[in-house]
């Protein structure tokens, strides 16, 4: 069968909250309202006031609040309408939640899941198109979870709420609406995607992609347009940016011998310069044929194309430049896609492309 | 001014304060025809763009004003050179009436060229010389306008900042920081709740503890105005503007009004009040109708002259239509503008590597000059 | 009961409240040598505190209690099983009322194994059962408290949760978002102002618009104390106890009260004030010395049972000491334990590539086990 | 002549203060008290309440009253006692500072200095020990400035009042008191240092070590090291993470083929990842005879030590095998100078290793 993102997430949230009394729902316009993107559509129906709470606007407090709930034993899912506006509360996600279990011995956890949409949606301008990945997967003690599709959400949201520790939890609003095939285990009540463990969403041999969230699509249908040209592309879902899997990249990586990181995030200091440095101190580094690509989002002040492409071997530079052009068509302006996804990736996401093209 | 009518305005409630803002206010013939005016124009204004986002013209957010007219040219209208205003996303009466055109508005929604920033901040974020926008971060504008007034102390300019929110943004802690300090520092900035009742789908008596916004300065002094009526809006905001300059410090104000259309265009806004409770506020409190039915009566206009208003707004609004829906956008490289100011130009990476360029333009002025 | 002394208190200040708690308190032998006990205790324990810091045994902050005994202990007193603590930094104290020994508290300043936390925490965190901790984050504590006294009214205990700031934090947005929503759904919480006159070397006339702090809470009751009366601090905490127990909601208390040591030990500490005025709280106002003159007058205790409690507790400092001073420290392997709880051994890195392991313990209960 | 880093700063921004009207102080403690840190000491004495303001403890309300002064035509200098507490401030500094410029197409332009000290203090704790650096050098519209000796702090702070941009400044404070030369010219009122450019601090010949801030510091200490046993080392001292200057690592490492960066900050997603990722994408990846490498600040969940060191040519794992030993000493903890730094870097910076150590 098939379920929207939306769904999963919905029923992961319901099943936990039904599973254990101390899970409850917090955040702006979860209940009544069934939420700004309508992902807790149902709940309060179900389960009344005291499970799923509508907040004021004020999230430096309601998320102090679900953090201090949490130190006394309760397991709240912190909603966030989007998590641009947890910059508000960051200083309770990190020194509250994520550094108080290693500033106590490990005599206060803090089990929370802080979730919402993350990223860029469509020309919602600067302030509403944030992507928290790098910031969050930066700081230790979180668990930082980033799915893709319904399967993830499911399973990824069920083990985030069980678990112990200050998940952050990132959705894609534009994730949401889109179906997915689900399996009927992911269907059940049981159904756990372990944390910190990446997923190959796709084998081939000649390339890995490696990507989360938003970005496992846009790789994926590079991989098939690869499949046309004769380039057997690997993909992996990240799944879970900390704990990070690097194991997986590495042994698609000794297969592959090329590697492309896809993030609609900001470049510096982002999830694809991790990888590009984690590469450099392993023995992938040994393994490639051609250096790291990163793919993400713009603009980002760095430094003029590298010298050296032409010189590497052909087959090399036709994977790249395919990719290229395929995922963010640098060069064909005029194809309908990639221009729309072009926009939506900017810093700063702004409305003026899109009439156009979208 | 020997035709002036007087009015009545609803009482003031007044928070920690003897004297406040007279209830009998005057009116011109002049200022009569403007603000009927002014609040068509915005009406009209948001009807527009409330249609190109049915028809999927507008991208992104889209919270519209109507219902709300009576606050901005009320305000408008105390204020002199050099006084400014901040608000949150609920933003194109606002820049309308500082200065910005109806097709400057329409055209920052469909995202072009003649946008108010050309496209690059659509709905939520538009400026002008007085304007400080248009901002979509819940309560941000609180802080922020509490600083451009103390930049107007700081210059000693006899000036003051009108500072808006929400009801639902009234509960942000920045509120409370930023009046301490405007108090303790005496700045002239009036911190302005503009109460439509609703905080997206959540009521106001859901969302505070305290629906007496007026009151929620604690020790600063508080107004609570009849927000539907423009004069009442008009007569405080000048005495507020009075008691600012004169360094009494802040204000705080709560403008009774009403949001006839749901939070944003995606918002049917019906599922947290019902119909008949938006009708009853077009029919009895609507600060159009209120104010038209006014002025005829005092014969400060006839209803003929106001349907000629009419005309012509209808008119300046399709005509600002045409061009929103028309002109042309920004060309891709305005990604890349606009980075740093007065800076020189910068190799910006792109989506790739490979996308690594050297700004062709600094700033989206440059770029419109060199590409006329 | 039946040697029961009864005492006054300095009247109570209220803020929207009709009643408060009683003037006239009474007060038992056990319990006036139990307060007296405790109060030197903390002073002792912090005199200690201050001159391993001068001997430069602690490294980071170290921020002292004395001054302010009264409010813990008077506090204490009225909390019973289930109801919980949280404050900031100034922590010291209240680790030691809520179920750390001296020790625990002395050796956590000097980074031994012996520590509450074993040195992972430092002056500024610590926990115990009921305790929540020192939080070194200014205001953050003010909705975790509220979180808190969620949980408890979630669960249906009949408890509270006690929210402690000083006078500085008071004017944080996040108690102004805390207090909103603790009314909004009758939390549990009393939000607790320890007016100590100071937030380092800002007076609270400088740092806020109101000094009246039990007034902050706008629509949330409070109540002014007298913070320097273990007696008056009992007896309001107790009546609040009862007040948030009944459904009533929060309550916002000022403890009024006084600090000796400049902020932190960095900090002289007389450049914002006199030491004459210091040297007049001491010898009017301070906690200790007027509880005794009070007991002593009444007869609930002679000046020979203080001094042999004097004696007792220097001893139980003295001994603390010693242990704080000679005990071991974690091995460095502590550096990569407690990450996640209740999650597999992680890879961790360490600084370089080549220093990566993968943890030995998960967390310190475990390496502490295995290294008895 | 000497001067501290403390002085330095008080000094450019005395000089800035007096040079332009506009250009004002704020912060906690920063006028009467002089400074958390003294570092304004005797400004408000000299230039009274009106240039010199005290806050009250209110981050989120007096930043965002600074960035709307700047908006509204004034310069102010906005202080956090020390970077962790910008935390309840970050909103304002990303989302009002660092966008409003793109978002008004060129508008509205927000010239601010945030400043304060960044990084772990000795044990201090968890809460009070975080590097920013990678947060902020991640996003775009803010300049990021890191400092590390008195003349960086004096050249780089008068730069920073006077640019027209948000402005980040991330200062040590272990470093605040430490003395280092200065030139004539660096004491003049006209000394600026250009933003966007890096350091050469020393020459060298085998290795390039590229760090900012106090790192620099280690970083010369490990370049004295290797001089003795025979290996040159050029040290690059960033000091400014944002624009970023790739073209002298890069034309550094054309000379010494060997790239090692350190900083005291997280690992994962750091500055170290992000120069890791440029290397890879530009002609400095063919020039590479070993392997980049990161000292960082610790712990971060990662991967196991690479496989294929043991592999490399003897001289490059020497030199390797030395930095590490030197600069963070991994085997020799007896080491009293690399366990107390060790101390200071580490996630959560705790005091119960230093009584015996620092
Ligand atoms: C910090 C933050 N949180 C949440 C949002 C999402 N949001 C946008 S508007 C809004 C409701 C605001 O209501 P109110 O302040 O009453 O203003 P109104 O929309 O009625 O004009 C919310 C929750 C946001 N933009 N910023
Ligand atoms: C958010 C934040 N800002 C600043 C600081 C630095 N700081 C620590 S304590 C303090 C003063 C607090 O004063 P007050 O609230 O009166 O408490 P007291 O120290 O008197 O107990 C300051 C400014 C901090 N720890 N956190
Ligand atoms: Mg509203
Ligand atoms: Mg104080």
Redesign the pocket.
């Known amino acids: 069968s098939n379920m929207t993102v939306r769904d999963a997430i919905n029923q992961a949230m319901d099943e936990e909250i039904k599973r254990d009394e101390r899970v409850y729902l917090l955040g702006?316009e979860v209940a009544q309202y069934d939420g700004a993107y309508k992902v807790s559509k149902g709940l309060w129906k179900k389960y009344g006031d005291k499970r799923i709470i509508d907040t004021p606007?004020t999230?430096m407090g309601f998320a102090g609040i679900a953090v201090g709930s949490a130190m006394a034993g309760l397991r709240p899912i912190c909603e966030f309408?989007t998590w641009n506006?947890s910059m508000?509360a960051i200083d309770q996600i990190i020194n509250s939640a994520a550094k108080t279990y290693y500033m106590s011995a490990g005599r206060v956890n803090v089990p929370i899941v802080f979730r919402g949409p993350n990223g860029a949606a469509a020309g919602v301008a600067a302030q509403h198109s944030q992507d928290f990945s790098a910031w969050f997967a930066h700081c230790p003690g979180l668990k930082v979870l980033s799915p893709y599709s319904a399967e993830d959400a499911k399973g990824l949201m069920k083990s985030a709420i069980r678990d112990d520790n200050p998940v952050v939890f990132l959705e894609n609003e534009i994730l949401y609406g889109q179906s997915f095939p689900v399996s009927d285990e992911a269907l059940g009540e049981d159904f756990l995607i372990p944390i910190g463990k990446a997923k190959i969403e796709r084998e081939g041999d000649n390339v890995t992609i490696v990507s989360f969230s938003k970005g496992v699509e846009l790789a994926l249908d590079a991989a098939k347009k690869l499949e046309s040209a004769g380039v057997s592309a690997e993909v992996i879902n990240l799944r879970s940016l900390r704990p990070f899997d690097f194991e997986s990249i590495r042994k698609s990586v000794h297969k592959t011998h090329r590697l492309v990181t896809v993030e609609t995030g900001w470049p510096f200091c982002g999830i694809g310069s991790e990888i590009a440095a984690q590469v450099m101190e392993s023995d992938v580094f040994d393994q490639l044929d051609a250096p790291l690509l990163r793919v993400t989002g713009r603009p980002s002040q760095q430094r003029p194309r590298r010298q050296g492409r032409q010189k590497e071997p052909q087959h090399q530079v036709n994977i790249a430049d395919y990719l290229l052009d395929t995922i963010f068509a640098t060069r064909f302006l005029s194809n309908y896609w990639t221009l729309a996804q072009r926009t939506s990736f900017t810093f700063h996401s702004f409305p003026s492309l899109s009439p156009n093209f979208f | 001014a020997s035709n002036d009518v007087t009015f009545q305005t609803k009482p003031y409630k007044l928070h920690k304060l003897d004297d406040g803002p007279n209830t009998s206010v005057t009116l011109n013939r002049e200022d009569a025809l403007k603000f009927y005016r002014e609040m068509q124009v915005i009406r009209r204004m948001e009807s527009a763009a409330g249609n190109l986002y049915k028809e999927k013209k507008i991208r992104g957010f889209c919270?519209l004003y109507s219902g709300q007219e009576a606050c901005a040219v009320g305000m408008k209208a105390a204020m002199t050179d050099g006084d400014a205003v901040i608000t949150?996303?609920?933003c194109h009466g606002w820049t309308y009436m500082l200065g910005s055109t109806v097709t400057e508005v329409l055209s920052e929604l469909t995202g072009r060229i003649s946008g108010n920033v050309h496209g690059k901040g659509g709905s939520m974020h538009m400026y002008t010389k007085s304007f400080y926008g248009g901002n979509?971060?819940?309560?941000a504008q609180q802080p922020l306008g509490a600083g451009i007034a103390l930049a107007m102390k700081y210059r000693e300019q006899k000036n003051f900042c009108i500072t808006l929110?929400?009801?639902?943004?009234a509960n942000q802690g920045q509120l409370f920081e930023a009046t301490n300090m405007a108090k303790l520092w005496d700045l002239p900035v009036v911190f302005v709740c503009?109460n439509?009742g609703?905080?997206?789908g959540t009521t106001a008596e859901r969302s505070s503890a305290s629906t007496d916004y007026y009151t929620r300065g604690d020790y600063v002094p508080g107004i609570w105005v009849d927000g539907m009526d423009v004069l009442a809006v008009r007569e405080a905001t000048r005495w507020a503007k009075e008691y600012c300059n004169a360094g009494r410090g802040p204000l705080v104000f709560e403008l009774a009004t009403y949001?006839y259309h749901g939070?944003s265009m995606s918002d049917p806004g019906t599922s947290y009040r019902t119909r008949d409770e938006i009708q009853e506020v077009r029919k009895t409190r609507d600060p159009i109708t209120g104010f038209k039915d006014r002025i005829i009566t005092a014969n400060l206009a006839t209803e003929e002259e106001l349907k000629n208003i009419d005309k012509e707004v209808r008119k300046e609004v399709d005509e600002a239509l045409k061009t929103a829906t028309s002109d042309g956008v920004l060309p891709p490289e305005a990604l890349y503008t606009d980075i740093y100011h007065n800076t020189e130009k910068q190799v910006i990476r792109g989506a790739t590597i490979d996308e690594t360029v050297v700004q062709k333009y600094k700033n989206t002025a440059e770029l419109l000059k060199e590409n006329k």
Do not use: L, T
């Open positions: 702006e606007i999230e309408m506006f508000q | 919270h949150a996303y609920r979509g971060i819940v309560g929110y929400g009801d639902g943004a503009e439509n609703f905080g997206m949001r939070h």
